[in-house]
């Protein structure tokens, strides 16, 4: 694996996870490997869990880390062809990657969608330049359509908690008072769709993700039907992919509480991480035992690491 | 020790500020202590010596070290319990202390006070709920009402510069233009219950302390009388704390200046720094040779070194 | 060296550049100089390649590092003497610099020209400042007037790609939206001026530069005729120095282009980057064969390394 832009990266998803479920048992046994390189860690958009995770992972593998917020310690970029850059972006990507490619060995991303124009989101300009210019492997910290080292920590947690060999997993959308990326909920779509499990997909009319990204998911508009006796109820909040980066819902009846959790198979409940309580979940919900969530936040850190241990492997 | 929250979650202030003065002749002894281990620093407000000592000393130690800036890096938390969370915080302080405690073994908190509501400065909610829901160790790097480890450093310099065996010891409120917090002067108060020395507090009358931190401690409204044959003045402003979070008085003859430092007994002048000038102090008091609020800075290195190898014994 | 202020800190350059390349060669060798021993790199304004490479150059000699944005994470420093403090600045240099020097060995600054007062920018108030009460090596990472570790690293980047031993080199202006200082242009002349070659300026008449540093360099006003057989073109955007700060000339035929450097001697391009592509050089030149800015960036890394192993071995 050169690049980890995509969970589809991975040669083999269930090795993966057991693999980064041995690493968790004994998390510095490589702490040689990333001796003498240099990873750098550019947001373009603010983090808690993966700012502090993949930092985590990196000195865990004794990788160097350079930490820089582009927007408030650089400067904005240009990614248009043949431009003339007489406006407010003050260099272009090809050289910004290609120099940072210079200092270091590896570089992880953070560049969330615009939410305002569906084809370029699509067509993920700053991951994508930065792959082609940058020449060194690059690591997808949340981009605009997908978030595949928090999809990957998910596939872990699933497997610690699963009971049933192949488990009911429901994706439920839930509201937000603000228009939301798609990309945590499309990495999850993708990575579900190379599990052994019952995968259901609910939201209320409208709120279908990229049909390039479902395929033939199934999707369920009645949310408590398609939490019948489900083993893991994983919410998140996304803004309209049609009507595209709208807020077009925000039906409180949606929000997950206790008596929808009670038709599920003792189902455990996830989330990504921020949640707004009581408007996404109740707190009933997020402080029961069947929460999982910081279980799963934990586990950013060994999806984190089992990515950069395959990448220092293969470079 | 698990947590440093206050000067008295020391068990012997005496006993302590001797090993920070062992540990400060051979400050890298202890640098395989924290081999493998993370502290993160949390700054929901800026800082220069704080975020400088606290990452020397804990790179003596061999800790990594992960310095997160809360307000421009991430998001807005929410404090209150029950809330319907729809406006403009994005995550719970229950979540988001959970889950820095899975990346890091210590987490160290900057955030002051609000000056606007006093009942809630005093509850330390930033503090205290980290404290409550990160489970592992909290170190202060100033709260709402305490500063222990400039507290600490100010009982290091204060063991090193004395000669008589009591000192005198005088707090001095000083003039400023902004409202300031009453962190600092709180913990040196604290400090300094714990010391034998005569201690005496001099500020304007409606300047009171917090009389559950002073308790019995001397007050004089006379500012020259209080500095006759002290050996030390340690100089501070802050708000009103009856009238709470107003500037009440800016009279300059509350500012420090030689004619005042020479009814002191040869008094070593101290200030925690930052510091305006020719407002706070004259520079005819700061330049001179008793001005030790450098090797005061510099005591921060190992107010911070010692709190957190105890900690790190500890845990 | 004490210090790396100035190009003319370095003993010899000749002799700086030569040991750059070799260490170049073996970028580790050095890897425990630094030991226990700390960097602080100080930002008054924003950076890439130098927030990057110097950090890497730093971790390369095992020194700890640690960055400060100083405008968001600090506040506002007085530099100027006896002021009374009771406006916007916080803090006075004197304490600030000297606190600095107490948790780290060495201290590495970029504060940008004000482009408005050019006596104070001349008088480098903030890393003579820094210098005069720090006490510890101070290293320009771009100052008012000067970019030092930018011309090491063109000089490194020249000796590797020069054919013939007395080359000729350009320095020719290019119009530029905004008004950018004279550090990098300054730093280039004073470098040239202790190279064997044949050193022409070229700009618009107004777009002289401080005859304190040009001195007696060759200016040329017709860019195509300076242009002729020259072996590198070095190309920098400038504002007025006469008219202090001013962009007193935008006009598009001063961009580089083919044509241009079709009269060259199969010259390389140069720049020190960030670069606005097509308004400063037409894609056609910064992407042909013979642009060498990504080389050139590459040796900033070299130029910091050198720079700091010199200042650790004689301090």
Redesign the interface.
């Known amino acids: 694996m050169k690049h980890y832009l995509n969970i589809n990266n991975l040669d083999n998803l269930q090795n993966t996870v057991q693999e980064a479920i041995t690493l968790k048992k004994n998390e510095?046994q490589f702490?040689h490997l990333g001796k003498?390189k240099?990873i750098?860690l550019l947001?373009f958009n603010?983090?808690?869990?993966t700012?502090?995770?993949t930092?985590?992972a990196a000195?865990n593998l004794g990788l160097?880390v350079?930490v820089?917020?582009f927007g408030?310690?650089?400067?904005q970029l240009?990614y248009e062809?043949?431009?003339?850059?007489?406006?407010d972006?003050?260099?272009?990507v090809k050289?910004?990657a290609?120099?940072?490619a210079?200092?270091?060995d590896f570089v992880a991303i953070r560049a969330f969608a615009s939410l305002t124009d569906k084809e370029k989101d699509k067509a993920e300009i700053v991951l994508n330049n930065f792959k082609k210019y940058a020449g060194i492997p690059v690591i997808n910290m949340e981009s605009a359509t997908g978030h595949p080292l928090q999809a990957l920590a998910d596939a872990i947690t699933i497997e610690e908690y699963k009971v049933a060999h192949k488990p009911k997993v429901v994706l439920s959308w839930a509201p937000h008072?603000r228009a939301l990326p798609h990309a945590v909920a499309n990495s999850f779509v993708e990575m579900m769709q190379l599990q052994d499990a019952d995968f259901v997909i609910t939201h209320p009319e409208g709120y279908e993700l990229d049909t390039e990204i479902t395929k033939n998911a199934k999707i369920e508009y009645n949310q408590k039907k398609a939490f019948e006796n489900a083993d893991f109820v994983y919410v998140k909040n996304w803004s309209s992919f049609k009507d595209y980066g709208k807020v077009v819902c925000t039906d409180e009846n949606w929000m997950i509480n206790e008596e929808k959790m009670n038709v599920t198979n003792n189902g455990k409940f996830m989330h990504c991480?921020?949640?707004?309580?009581?408007?996404v979940v109740a707190?009933e919900v997020i402080d029961s035992e069947n929460s999982i969530?910081?279980q799963q936040?934990?586990n950013?850190?060994y999806s984190a690491q089992i990515v950069l241990k395959k990448i220092l492997e293969n470079n």
């Open positions: 510095l702490e003498g240099t750098c947001f603010n983090s808690l869990r700012r502090l995770s930092q985590k000195q160097n350079i820089m917020n408030s310690e650089g400067w240009e062809d043949g431009v003339v850059m007489n406006q972006k003050a260099e272009h050289e910004a290609e120099v940072i210079q200092y270091c008072p991480l921020p949640v707004r309580r009581n408007v707190d969530v910081i936040a934990n950013r850190t």
